[in-house]
């Protein structure tokens, strides 16, 4: 199985702040990753797919990265709607695994 | 517009089954391949089993198998998850979502809750 390891688990941060969020991979795959969104008592959202592709309707401040081991999940100016939950998902191999989450609250 | 609602969850004893629904709409139900996820109280999402659009594919996360069976109907653009020898692990709010091999989880429910307490 491949594990996948995500961090900060937790971040404070401030409007228009810049935000890196990193998933490791215990096992090197290409591209089948995802990142998702989510908010409290809400279904995750997607935002990335294949690692770097942004998801339709999605604001263009989301970006990602990486490949191989390490992926990441870049928030280039922080909104007030972007204070949530961040998980990585890789879907290269069965069984599929998230990362344990990153939640950015407010500074 | 996509829509998944799911149905079915509820309290139930430990060792009693249940039977999650997911009716789908919005879109042609029977191109897609179909997925649950389920996330357990305060911690994050755990994917659970995909099926191929025709239901000729299945696949489980290992500590399912065995005890959990997806299934689909492409007629009532349904999909389920039959859920038997319940345990208090996984009581979890169930969510079903459309997958694509280019995409990962496109669309997803909004989630039903399962509490498996006795």
């Not at chain 1, 490791?24 to 969104?37: E, K, M, P, V």
């Not at chain 1, 990265?65 to 879907?91: H, M």
């Not at chain 2, 609602?5 to 139900?29: K, M, N, T």
């Not at chain 2, 653009?77 to 169930?94: C, E, K, M, W």
Request: hydrophobic share 30%.
């Amino acid at each position: 199985d491949i594990q996948m390891t995500q961090s900060p688990s937790t971040l404070s941060a401030s409007v228009g702040d810049r935000v890196t969020i990193t998933c490791r991979a215990s096992q090197s795959f290409s591209f089948w990753l995802a990142w998702y969104q989510q908010k409290p008592g809400r279904a995750p959202k997607l935002l990335i797919y294949k690692a770097s592709t942004l998801e339709s309707g999605v604001p263009s401040r989301f970006s990602g990265s990486g490949s191989g081991t390490e992926f990441t999940l870049t928030i280039s100016s922080l909104q007030p709607d972007d204070f949530a939950s961040y998980y990585c998902q890789q879907y290269n191999s069965y069984p599929w695994t998230f990362g344990q989450g990153t939640k950015i609250d407010i500074k | 517009d996509v829509h998944l609602v799911e149905s079915g969850g509820g309290l139930v004893q430990p060792g009693r089954s249940l039977r999650l629904s997911c009716a789908a709409s919005g879109f042609i139900f029977s191109s897609y391949w179909m997925s649950w996820v389920r996330q357990a109280p305060g911690r994050g999402p755990e994917w659970v089993a995909n099926i191929k659009s025709d239901g000729s594919e299945k696949y489980y996360v290992d500590s399912v198998k065995g005890r959990f069976t997806i299934s689909r109907d492409n007629v009532k653009n349904s999909l389920y998850l039959q859920i038997n020898s319940l345990r208090t692990q996984d009581t979890a709010v169930y969510y079903c979502a459309t997958y694509s091999r280019a995409a990962g989880l496109v669309y997803w429910g909004q989630g039903t809750l399962v509490t498996v307490s006795s």
